[in-house]
Structures are given as structure tokens and as C-alpha cells.
């Protein structure tokens, strides 16, 4: 992987992938540790006299009032306060004010497009890594600056496909994440415990398969653990989980070869017939596992823990793990969200702005988009 500290950069046009997929209420930022993450890099390169392109998602985009909900405009609003200067906002991802704006585009000037999942409606083509478009997108800058750590699991076109066609380097959030993830990879302290949650599903089911080998307990809460239950057989009611036959089976099958680290709740605070958060037996069960670790990795929340009355078990978990003597790092944007929130975070020993990032990371020893990348650079 070469950063862009290792290349000479200056004055050249460049186009930027972020993560700035931060949690939006009413047009409000909730929290913006991704966007102020990204800062050093942006600073960087307007320090060396580049013009920047910036990409990112936001949200999810299936249908037309998806797009009305996950626009990029707040973004680029409090992206200008934070950097002291203007941002450019362009409210298309591809088209004739993208490339006039791009192509006039001065050096020290910063612009940036509307959400690349824009482009999702209604062929899916940023999802899918469409070459196309990756390439129309390359056709606006000199060289390609990955700093999106967020979105490394996830090989789509304005994350990886982009680098097919321009020189491509990391920036410095994506070296920040390595640097501290590495020793979660390859030199980890036992007993390794991770601690997972969270409402991206079937995302996230698909790591546990790499993770249990490598760790001495799972925690499980939120959808991930009402999956186990259900695929086990307990009524769960309406709450989130998959439905999928296939995943369902291999859960059950997980189960029963580690059935020592897959540790599950055991009560819940029920709304609507909806788990919406875990009860106190379970919280005092998953103390004692992190009071016996020495790392602990948190990825997700245990339920609905924007509403108050849901937030117990998300607070009194994360307060434990503050709590512990163990190295602590936790990953996610609402897991975040959350630790800030509840004004944990100084405790910890490393907050990963990727959830699905650095699950996969850790679980695998590698990401997708990295994998295409370097596959492209040779
Ligand atoms: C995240 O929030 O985990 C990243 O921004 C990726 O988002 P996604 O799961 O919608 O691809
Ligand atoms: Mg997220």
C-alpha cells in the first residue's frame, strides 16, 4: 500500500474518496468524527497546492426519496466550517456541472459531488463496480487518493474501480487504521473478546465464520443474536433479524461447533414485539467476559439506543468495557456515535471510524477494496 507521503503530489488534481457516511436527523449531523477524521488529509493536500475532488456515499440509495434523504449538502456545509473555507457542492454525482466545475477546478480549491450511490438508480452501477463509471469519475483528476477507510470492505466503483485507471495512494486516516488495527491482526492478547451488535445484518453475518477461530468469546446483541436465537429455534417475535434459509443453517451449524465462544443474551427488554434492547441478566453475564479479557473489540449496539428508554443496555455495556483493564478498540459510525454520546470515548485505546472495515479486517486480514486496488497498481 503507498501513501501519499511516499509520492510526490504536489499541484496535481485530485480526486478524493472519503468516508463521510455520518448519521443525519432532520438534515442535522448527529455526529461527525468521519468528517473531522478526514481533515488531516484534505489539509495535506491543500497544503501541497492540489485541487480536491471529493466522493463519497451516504446511506443507502434504492429508490427516489432515498436520494432526497441521503443527499451529501450538510455534509459540505459543515465540511467548509471545519476547514475554514468553501466547499463547492455539486448536486449531481455524474453529468455536465460535474465535469465544467471539475475541469475549472483551481489549485487550493476543494468541490464536492453529490452521494456516488446516486448512481446506485437504477442499475446499481457504484455498487457494483461498474467500470464505466469508474472511469468517467477518473476522468476528472490527475491521480486517485483512497482515504474511505469505512468503506475498504465494500470494492465499489468511487471506492476501488477508480483506480483501474489513475495512480492510486492511501491517505492518512487509512494509515492511521492499519497502524493501529495491525497488532489486532497479527499479535493479539488474550483472552480476545469481541463484542457484537448493530442492525447490518446479513453485512455482518458473513464475518463471524473468520472471526470465531480467532477470538475466545463472541458477545453477541442486536439483529446478530436474534438470528442465532431464531435460527435456534426461539420465538423472537417481529424483531430484526435474517430470514435467509441458507445463513440460518450455517448459524446453527456455527453454533454447534463453538459452542463455547458464542455467548448469547438471555433476556430483553421487548417494545411492540420488538427486541429493542438488551435486560439487566444479560448485561451482568457479558461483564464477567470483559472482565476476564484482555482485548476487547466492540462492533455494533445492543438496541435502540437513540431512544432513551432503549439505551441501557448500550450504555451499561460500553461503560463496562470503558471500565476494563483490557486493550479496547471499537469500530463503527453508530458505535460512535454511541461511545461519544454516552461520553466514553477517552478510554479507549482506538476508535476505527469502519465497522464493516474493520470487521473484516480483523476477520480476514484483508479488504476488498485494498485487494482490488493493489491488484491494479502493479
Ligand atoms: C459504514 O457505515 O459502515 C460504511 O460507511 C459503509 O456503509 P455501507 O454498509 O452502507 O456500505
Ligand atoms: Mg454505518
Known sequence: M??????????????????????????????????????????????????????????????RDDKLKNTLKPVGDRLSKLLNKEVKFIPEAVGMNVLKTCKDLKPGEVVLLENTRYCDLPEKLESKNDLNLAKYWSCLGDVFVVDAFGSLHRAHASVAGISKYLPTYFGFLV?????????????????????????????KLQYIEGLLPKCDYLLLGGGIANSFLFALGYDIKNSLCTSDEITLEELRNLYKKYKEKIILPIDFVFDNDMILDLNVKTINKYIKYFE????????????????????????????????????????????????????????????????????EYISSGKLEAVEFIESNQK
Open 2 to 63: 503507498k501513501y501519499i507521503d511516499e509520492v510526490d503530489i504536489s499541484s496535481k488534481k485530485v480526486i478524493l474518496r472519503c468516508d463521510f457516511n455520518v448519521p443525519i436527523e432532520n438534515g442535522k449531523i448527529v455526529d461527525d468524527t468521519r468528517i473531522e477524521k478526514s481533515l488531516k488529509t484534505i489539509n495535506y493536500l491543500l497544503d501541497k497546492n492540489c485541487s480536491v475532488i471529493l466522493l463519497s456515499h451516504l446511506g443507502r440509495v434504492k429508490t
Open 292 to 359: 476476564l479479557s484482555n482485548t476487547i473489540f466492540v462492533n455494533g449496539t445492543v438496541g435502540k439506543f437513540e431512544e432513551s428508554k432503549f439505551a441501557k443496555g448500550t450504555r451499561s455495556l460500553f461503560t463496562f468495557i470503558n471500565r476494563s483493564n483490557a486493550i479496547k478498540i471499537a469500530g463503527g459510525g453508530d458505535t460512535l456515535n454511541a461511545i461519544n454520546e454516552f461520553k466514553l470515548a477517552d478510554n479507549f485505546n482506538f476508535l476505527s471510524s469502519g465497522g464493516g472495515a474493520s470487521l
Open 175 to 203: 494509515k492511521e487504521e492499519m497502524e493501529n488495527l495491525d497488532p489486532v491482526v497479527n499479535n493479539i492478547k488474550r483472552p480476545f473478546t469481541v463484542f457484537m451488535g448493530g442492525a447490518k445484518v446479513d453485512d
